[in-house]
């Protein structure tokens, strides 16, 4: 069975119904991997953050305390020796004034105020993994020492992302979801246009004994191969767009954290988007063209 | 026997047969015309031997098998069989003379070569062989049927069914294509040829089926 490459070709191409295959399976890819793009980034990041986030606490020494006998450093001192001291603290590093500035800074116009201003101390804890260490138990520790201490758990806010990244999950998941369906639709009502306009041959090539299976994969073939180009055209797209956008948004949302092999991953996810695509339209084209030219002569 | 209809009719619409109780049978190799005005008959005739059409009542035998219409895989072997040659030539238009007439071949297994040297060479013998790389609206209607018989007897069927075959071409032409049919017979292809053309069939001494609104008179 060899049928000619262009044997349904003056139905895709003078009629433009091969220009709107293209362009909905091109449109489609390109929000598909959009969408699959910005999810396996989210999750990846938000991994990474997450793991690290959740496992710290942030101590915060007022500058000005009750115990004026005692200077600044020297209660830092202390106070970290008091947190190396207890056992399910993996480490206790204060950090240096000037990157409590650095972190200060975005909520302040002027810099100076900053250097004028008494500001307390931080001192970043990291639990054991696993350990069940609370932001109560080292106010307890600490409470001798220090009367009003601050204790920030990362845990707690970190349960609050989790639920917003699995919120966004579901939501590119269903974009997807839908994107696919809209392509089965899109390519299903584009496969029967081009089967209407070709009935006449369709209904020759019946006649001269062609069974419907041989029709469809001819069909399909000739589906597939638009379909691929489409798909193609549209990834990289999307991947031009995706690349561009996080590059102009990297300030916003530092994703250094991210190595080569979380990138790569991101890529081969992303990259099975147009062949997906390329399948769907495929198995549509071929089911539609089946179910449809079985009512034929 | 090649065809046989046993009390075969066929309506489209209630208490309005366009066949009415057919009985006839043909044996293989012969040369049939099917003759009658239009609107007789001859179409829906030939259409329920190439299974376009089901019959309302009655059974029909090709090839000494009862057609089975709801059985496309048989239907699409019996097919292969039979060559059909159309009034209006059905054609493909992008297609050229030659990719329009190897199309047939192209449903079997035989290699490209074959498919090639053996249309190209059955192109010749029909006589458009100058005109192989033409696209149907280069041809006139006489090149256009050529085209159209040399399709329907490519795979070499054992039965060739044509309908008017002359009915878009000039008196001349017309009967050329006659001749090509009864050359075709000649070499082993059985030829059933619906025409109204009377004056034409007289002229060529073989059996004719003769349909008066929808009822067969031999």
């Keep these: 069975m060899s049928l000619p490459r262009h044997l349904f070709t003056p139905a895709f191409r003078y009629q433009h119904l091969g220009r709107s295959f293209a362009a909905i399976v091109g449109i489609m890819v390109f929000i598909a991997t959009f969408a699959t ?50 056992p399910e603290v993996s480490s206790a590093t ?28 931080l001192i970043d804890v990291e639990r054991k993994s696993g350990a069940d260490l609370s932001s109560a138990k080292i106010k307890s520790v600490l409470k001798p020492l220090v009367s009003d201490v601050r204790v920030n758990d990362h845990g707690t806010w970190t349960k609050d992302v989790w639920r917003l990244v699995r919120g966004l999950t579901l939501l590119g998941g269903l974009t997807i979801a839908l994107t696919a369906l809209t392509l089965v639709i899109a390519v299903s009502l584009i496969c029967r ?15 001269m004994g062609t069974e419907n299976i041989d029709i469809a994969l001819h069909f399909q073939a000739q589906a597939s191969h638009i379909a691929f180009r489409a798909a193609v055209t549209g990834f990289l797209i999307a991947l031009f767009v995706t690349s561009a956008l996080f590059f102009m948004t990297h300030n916003l949302a530092n994703l250094s954290s991210l190595g080569w092999q979380h990138w790569a991953s991101v890529g081969i996810v992303s990259l099975l988007v147009p062949l997906c695509a390329t399948v769907i339209a495929m198995v549509t084209a071929r089911i539609s063209v089946m179910r449809l030219i079985e009512t034929f002569p | ?63 000494g098998k009862p057609l089975l219409p709801n059985n496309h895989k048989k239907q699409a072997e019996l097919r292969r069989k039979i060559g059909i040659v159309f009034q209006d030539f059905r054609l493909i238009p992008h297609l050229t003379a030659l990719e329009n007439a190897a199309l047939p071949l192209r449903l079997t297994d035989v290699g490209e070569d074959y498919i090639q040297r053996h249309t190209r060479e059955l192109l010749e013998w029909v006589g458009v062989g100058d005109r192989m790389d033409a696209k149907p609206e280069e041809l006139s209607g006489g090149e256009q049927q050529r085209v159209a018989i040399a399709r329907a007897v490519v795979t070499k069927p054992k039965l060739l069914l044509a309908d008017e075959p002359t009915g878009n071409v000039d008196e001349s032409t017309a009967l050329k294509l006659f001749h090509l049919f009864d050359e075709l017979n000649k070499l082993g292809t059985a030829v059933i040829l619906a025409t109204h053309q009377s004056h034409l069939v007289y002229k060529f001494h073989k059996p004719a089926l003769r349909l008066v609104q929808g009822r067969l008179k031999v």
């Design chain 2, 1 to 63: 026997m090649l065809l046989s209809f046993e009390n075969v009719s066929l309506s489209y619409a209630p208490n309005h047969n366009v066949l009415d109780n057919i009985t006839f049978s043909l044996v293989e190799g012969g040369f049939y015309f099917l003759t009658g005005t239009s609107g007789a008959g001859k179409s829906s005739l030939l259409r329920l031997i190439y299974q376009a059409d089901k019959p309302t009542k009655g059974q029909i035998h090709l090839f």
């Design chain 1, 94 to 121: 204060p950090l240096s004034n000037d990157e409590v500035e650095r972190l200060l800074s975005p909520w302040f116009d002027k810099p100076e105020l900053l250097s004028s201003m008494p500001l307390p101390t």
């Design chain 1, 37 to 86: 793009a910005a999810e396996a980034v989210l999750l990846t990041a938000s991994y990474l953050w997450g793991r690290t986030a959740e496992t710290l606490l942030t101590v915060e020494i007022p500058a000005t305390g009750d115990e004026a006998s005692m200077t600044q450093a020297e209660r830092i001192k202390q106070a970290t020796s008091l947190l190396r001291a207890i």
């Design chain 1, 193 to 207: 246009a081009v089967i209407a306009a070709e009935r006449e041959t369709i209904s020759l090539l019946h006649l």
